[in-house]
Structures are given as structure tokens and as C-alpha cells.
């Protein structure tokens, strides 16, 4: 995250991420101009670069350059630095070398957006900097909060979603799950990557039903749907301890034990005989385990978006989740 002081960065950053994300004086210093900030629960690590404005800037970006070169060739890749993003002032309507020189730099390790910030009249402003900028993926024009005119007239937020759905289509795909659990901006990402979370578990659990032993279903069932339970909770952004959800996942099946084990006691019934009523039983049970198992996620996947569109995410409490899971798979 790069841009001269005042551009509106950290306004950006909380308006885009969860969790307040961005304080005045965050951030544990890497380079001279340069702070990495990160949030226990939130898997993103921001770095925040400053000096655009000195004079010397171009020791800043050899700094920079040799910082950006050492995280991207770690072994591991989650140190790696996926992304950045070049903030310009629109009231200022310049773009100055140093943030050319950087997009050019940075372009060379990374996909580079550039964002113009405080937007709320482009005359022609975005074209600018595309022509110049021109190693930039998109240029962006942002309104992070809400302004009121003198004459009252308010100029509402603007181009987040379309920023972070650029975000989530240049950053790599091992990293697009984190980058959708950290947005607050986009709740459809959140639901994309949790609808394919749903897909795998019942894929799982379908092969946990078709094992021909009987009984064995319900309960192998239970960790698979925890992990998917604990899969979405993650791309939501929601802090849960893994204990609750077992907790949600065995108090559900025992408050909706018709539910579960009447669907199942003729599979487990035939899966007892063998040669043809193994096969099935174990077609009805598979079905019937991948059924439930993607029940539960679709009643999880609207509770969470309910309380993530109505609550502060930092309020939601784990009764908040099981009231309303409940409510809804109960329905």
C-alpha cells in the first residue's frame, strides 16, 4: 500500500478490511519508510509505504525494492507480497515521477492497481493516470466513507466493491480465500468461496455414506462438517473456536435427530445384507449424507451473511452464530 501522506490510505484500509485494520502510528517498521500491519485473526499482512513526498525517494524505493525481492523469494509463500496498491489523491490532480517510478518498480515483483482516492469528480483525471501509470492492471477510482457538501449533498462510498473484485481476480489462488475472509466489502466473494467449501464437504461426506458398514454414517459425518463449518467461519471473517463448532454441529443433530437418523435408518438397514443391499444402502446413504451435509452449510453460509450485514462483525457472539444457525436449519 503506497501513496504520500494524507491520500487517504488508512481510510481505504479500514473501509475495504475487517476489523479497523489501520491506526494512526500502526504497524512494526521493515524498511526506513516502510511498516508492516497485521491483526491477530485476520490473514492479511499490509505494508504501508511513505516517503513519496522526500526528496530522496529513490534510496526509499532501492530499499523497498531489496525488502519486495527478499519476502518474494522466501520459501514459503505466505510470506510472499501478492499485490500493490499505488493511492492518488484526486483533488491534487497530479501524478508525480516518484509514483510512476514506483509502479514501474513494484510492476516488475507484483500486479500493481492504482487507486485514486477521495474521488467524487474525475474530469478526465483516471485517463491521466492510466496513460501514465501504465503498468498499473486498472486504475480505480474510490470514495471510501460517506461526505457531506456544504450545500448537504452527500457524496456516498463508491468503488470498493470494484476494487476488491479486481483484487480477487489478479491475486494468485492459494491466497483468495484469506484475501476474501479479510474484505468487508464484497459478502458475495465470502459466499462464492464458501458455496465451493460446501461442494467439497458433501463430495466428502457422500463417500463417508456409501462405506457400507452400518451405523457408520452419522457419525463420520460430524468432522467433516465441522471442518466445512470452520472452513466458511474463516472466509467470513468470524473469530469461533473450533469447540463451539462441534458443539453446534452435535446440538443441531441431536435437536434435529429425525432429521438426520430417520433419513438414514433405511440405508443403514440394508447396508446390512449384503451383495445388493450394500450397493443400495449405500447409494441412499450417500445421497442422503450429502444432502444434510450441504444443508448444514447453506443454513450457516445465510447465518453468517445475516450477522455480517446486520451486526459488527466484532460484536457477533458464538450464541449470536447457534440462535440463528438454528433458527434457520430448524425452518
Avoid at 297 to 314: P, R, V
Amino acid at each position: 500500500m503506497a501513496g504520500k501522506t494524507g491520500v487517504g490510505k488508512s481510510t481505504l484500509i479500514n473501509a475495504v478490511f475487517q476489523g479497523n485494520f489501520a491506526t494512526t502510528g500502526q504497524g512494526k517498521p521493515v524498511t526506513k519508510e516502510t511498516r508492516e500491519i497485521k491483526k491477530d485473526g485476520i490473514p492479511l499482512r499490509l505494508y504501508d509505504t511513505r516517503g513519496l513526498e522526500l526528496k530522496e525517494y529513490k534510496e526509499t524505493f532501492k530499499e523497498l525494492e531489496s525488502f519486495v525481492k527478499n519476502k518474494n523469494n522466501d520459501s514459503n509463500p505466505l510470506n510472499h507480497i501478492h499485490m500493490a496498491w499505488i493511492c492518488i489523491d484526486e483533488s491534487s490532480r497530479r501524478i508525480e515521477d516518484a509514483e510512476i517510478e514506483l509502479c514501474n518498480l513494484l510492476s516488475n515483483h507484483m500486479p500493481v492497481i492504482a487507486v485514486i482516492t477521495k474521488a467524487s469528480s474525475d474530469e478526465g483525471f483516471r485517463i491521466k493516470v492510466q496513460n501514465l501509470l501504465k503498468q498499473a492492471k486498472n486504475v480505480i477510482r474510490v470514495n471510501s466513507v460517506a461526505k457531506t457538501l456544504d450545500d448537504g449533498y452527500v457524496i456516498k462510498p463508491s468503488g470498493l466493491i470494484e476494487l476488491v473484485d479486481l483484487a480477487m481476480e489478479i491475486i494468485p489462488e492459494a491466497q483468495k480465500s484469506a484475501f476474501a475472509a479479510a474484505q468487508r466489502v464484497n459478502i458475495q466473494q465470502k459466499k462464492n468461496k464458501s458455496h465451493a467449501i460446501v461442494a467439497t464437504a458433501a463430495t466428502a461426506a457422500a463417500t463417508t455414506g456409501a462405506i457400507p458398514i452400518p451405523f457408520s454414517d452419522a457419525a463420520a459425518l460430524v468432522p467433516i462438517q465441522v471442518g466445512m463449518l470452520a472452513g466458511i467461519t474463516a472466509v467470513f471473517g468470524f473469530e469461533v473456536k473450533r469447540a463451539f463448532l462441534s458443539t453446534l454441529v452435535s446440538s443441531t443433530i441431536t435437536g434435529t435427530g429425525a432429521t438426520l437418523v430417520g433419513r438414514t435408518i433405511v440405508s443403514n438397514l440394508l447396508k446390512m445384507f449384503p451383495g445388493v443391499g450394500s450397493v443400495a444402502g449405500g447409494a441412499i446413504a450417500a445421497s442422503t449424507a450429502a444432502a444434510v451435509t450441504v444443508a448444514f452449510g447453506e443454513a450457516y453460509i445465510t447465518t453468517l451473511t445475516y450477522l455480517l450485514k446486520n451486526k459488527d462483525i466484532s460484536e457477533v457472539s458464538e450464541i449470536d452464530i447457534l440462535t440463528e444457525f438454528k433458527q434457520r436449519y430448524l425452518k
